[in-house]
């Protein structure tokens, strides 16, 4: 018997080639499957030469990996993935980071970058090489359960950020020791459903997919990402998972993506029993293999049936043989059947929960922290002596760091604090605990939780008045929680939940200066906070480094710079409100109520100020072969050192078809001392001024473009100037 494929001179192709030539019908398709870990691993390994597990960590996962090696035929190794979606947040003692969300605020790829590749590391000495991350919808609605798990709501930003992870998780060589795979999800306009309801129907014509939900996918396979996770909800009346043209045509033809495929949960089951598309589970077999879906998570039926219908000839086992193939050359280029087999438990110690690493989460927090309001009463002073620190998420890690961390996936509906028995929660800083630690002997500080973030009646608004009247300051920490969060949790209101409008209403009777932390998942519909609160500290889910973060924010240690990358409606009934909307709403508002969101996409405030200055192009008609350079002044014209985040929007005047009244197409982030001034310069070349038209193809038409240069989406923080376009229709 040859042995190509355990030379590790030979490239992943060769190997792939003649382990393919070697196996059988059935050792195929048992690559093809992802099963829970939990659910009769022996008999998936022996019986079934499965190719990869799900929820399986630690020692078990050694213990199976070498299962496989030595007791099956051709010895292929498993693949083991886990959503470490912030940090590999499932295993006890790892770095816990701020949310997808939270870190969206921070406008920084190379931050991103750094965070992915920290939790590459610690997911990498675990035995574990796939993390189901980054995620690539887009936030639109509010009200969906998912939100947090995004990058925000602009297409753009979105892009470079998981890009930017993407590379963090894989590194410069996925054989690299301390790589691991990523995942772009969920493929595609997940987020886009009716009434924002977790996979339910996406209603996107083709050109509103190519517009806006598919560039960021483009990035992620411009980024190398090794695989790519289909969504659940179906698209004009076909599921993703069943949708040829979309996963064969578009992301592997078109796009040129020459990884993994891999469904979402049981996908192919749903297209029998929920979506009704099959009226057996064996036709909805048929119809994922001929989409072109490699890997079936968590259908357990899908290998006999899979079996079944190569030897009935109703599937070619060619289909079969690129669906293996694809999984086996991942195999090969992650260097699993060679040096990276078996973890390297001698780095464990080294960096599961290393100070760099913590520092790293403490840092990631700092950036994404958004201040929304401030009338000089942050950062706090000398002149404060007591402090009243009030609120159900002050003191709550559950709600601090947010979904797919410790524990059980799914909680009661009024949960307690109750930690995960195995889960060692003692290096976790709450807010609460990160204001007591840096107040130290210079502050009093009083704590009332206040009320509960859902059980009305479990409130102590008295206690919580008493401690705010005898203090300088109040600091409220309200928000939302897990079960407000996450898969199958979309919310039909955004209004604070339980008590906890009565007790900020309370403590704002007391006189006292009223600071607002929110820890949330989601933009809440909080008009009453903006109009009546002292201070808004938007910290999301900020990590197990939040509570530091936040009181270096409220004290005044590190100077604010996170920009929203997603917008604040002022009521559940005014969406959508992100910044990219399409022109022609008759009237331009609702009876009831402004258009304008209650906090914009793009804004933040800083304890400086800054000033806008000489805008300015390099040329006032765009040249096809030349990028246009577009400059500005930004000038700190207060008396602290700060960082901004200056913003590119385009908006093409006149077109063909409605396009967005602007879109963000660059960013960089600049920092300045007390009084300096920097000229801050953007390269935009042909591409940044393109469309889909009514063809379904990117173009550039002739005509105008307005160039637009701020601090946010908001048209008055936005400097303004035209450039026109007078070449030929052009199509990319």
């Known amino acids: 018997m040859s042995a190509i494929y355990t030379d590790s001179s030979k490239s992943p192709k060769e190997r792939t080639k003649d382990l393919i030539s070697k196996m059988t019908l059935e050792e195929k398709i048992g690559q093809m499957c992802q099963i829970d870990g939990n659910e009769n691993a022996e008999f998936w390994i022996k019986e079934r030469n499965i190719g990869s597990f799900l929820h399986v960590t630690g020692e078990k996962a050694i213990r199976l ?69 980054p995620v690539l919808c887009l936030a639109r609605d509010a009200r969906w359960g998912r939100v947090d798990e995004t990058f925000g709501e602009d297409p753009y930003l979105t892009g470079k950020l998981a890009a930017a992870m993407i590379r963090g998780y894989q590194g410069e ?36 997919l190519r517009s806006i939900f598919l560039p960021p996918f483009k990035d992620a396979v411009d980024a190398g990402c090794a695989t790519f996770m289909v969504a659940y909800q179906a698209i004009d009346g076909v599921p993703c998972s069943a949708n040829k043209w979309l996963l064969k045509d578009v992301l592997k033809d078109e796009l040129g993506f020459e990884g993994v495929v891999i469904t979402d949960w049981d996908n192919v089951g749903h297209m029998h029993n929920l979506q009704k ?22 259908t357990p039926d899908f290998f006999e049936n899979a079996v079944e219908l190569v030897k009935e000839g109703v599937i070619s086992e060619s289909l079969i043989d690129d669906a293996c193939s694809r999984i086996l050359e991942i195999k090969f280029k992650l260097g699993l059947f060679d ?49 009243a620190v009030i609120g159900p998420n002050a003191d709550d890690v559950q709600a601090q760091l947010g979904d797919w961390s410790f524990g059980p996936r799914y909680h009661p509906e009024i949960p307690t604090i109750e930690y995960h028995p ?18 130290g002997k210079d502050f009093e500080v009083y704590y009332e939780k206040g009320c509960h973030v859902i059980d009305e009646k479990n409130e102590n608004i008295k206690g919580a008045v008493e401690i705010a009247e005898k203090s300088d300051i109040v600091i409220a920490v309200i928000g939302d929680t897990i079960v407000l969060n996450g ?24 006189g006292k200066p009223l600071i607002v932390v929110l820890i949330n998942g989601k933009p809440l519909t909080i008009p009453w906070i903006k109009e009546n609160a002292d201070a808004i500290v938007e910290a999301w889910n900020p990590g197990m480094e939040g509570g530091n973060a936040v009181s270096s924010i409220l004290f005044g240690d590190y100077n604010p710079c996170g920009k929203l990358s997603i917008s604040f409606p002022k009521g559940v009934g005014q969406q959508p409100v992100y910044y990219n909307q399409l022109p022609g709403w008759h009237g331009g508002k609702y009876a009831d109520m402004e258009p304008e969101p209650l906090f914009h996409f793009g804004y933040g405030l800083s ?53 967005p009244i602007k879109e963000l197409k660059e960013f960089k982030k600049v920092f300045l001392n007390p009084e300096e001034t920097k000229t801050v310069e953007f390269q935009l070349p042909l591409t940044s001024f393109s469309f889909v038209n009514a063809n379904c193809k990117r173009c550039v038409e002739p005509g105008e473009f307005e160039i637009m240069v701020g601090s946010s989406s908001r048209d008055e923080d936005l400097l303004k100037t035209i450039v026109a376009y007078q070449g030929e229709l052009k199509e990319f």
């Open 65 to 133: 990996q070498k299962m496989a090696a030595e007791e099956t035929r051709l010895g292929i190794p498993l693949l083991f993935g886990i959503d470490a979606i912030h940090g590999h947040a499932f295993h006890s003692g790892a770095t816990v980071f701020p949310s997808q969300l939270a870190l969206s605020s921070s406008w920084n790829p190379q931050l991103v970058e750094k965070v992915g590749n920290i939790t590459a590391k610690e997911v990498s000495v675990t035995g574990l090489h796939w993390t189901f991350s």
């Open 173 to 208: 060589d996925l054989s690299h020791p301390e790589s691991i795979l990523a995942c772009a999800k969920h493929f595609i306009a997940y987020g886009e459903t009716q009434g924002a309801r977790d996979a339910s129907e996406s209603d996107v014509s083709e050109r509103k």
């Open 277 to 298: 598309i099959a009226s057996t589970i064996k036709e909805s077999c048929e119809i994922a293999i001929k989409a072109g879906n490699d890997m079936i998570m968590s």
């Open 339 to 387: 040096h990276k087999r078996y973890p390297d438990s001698d780095k464990y110690k080294i960096f599961m929960g290393c100070q760099e690493h913590i520092k790293a989460s403490y840092e990631s927090a700092l950036e994404s922290i958004v201040l929304l309001k401030n009338n000089n009463v942050l950062p706090i002073t000398d002149n404060v002596k007591k402090i």
């Open 422 to 439: 195995d889960y060692d929660i003692s290096n976790i800083v709450t807010i609460l605990e990160g204001i007591k630690k840096r107040a």
């Open 487 to 510: 898969e199958t949790r979309d919310r039909a209101a955004l209004d604070l939940t339980g008590a906890q409008e009565q007790l900020l209403k309370a403590l704002k009777n007391t």
């Open 607 to 659: 304890y400086t100020t800054f000033e806008y200055s000489n805008l300015k192009t390099s040329k006032t008609v765009i040249d096809c072969n030349e990028n246009l350079i577009v400059s500005v002044q930004v000038k700190n014209t207060g008396n602290v050192a700060g960082s901004e985040i200056v913003q590119l929007y385009i908006n093409d005047i006149y077109t063909s078809v409605t396009t």
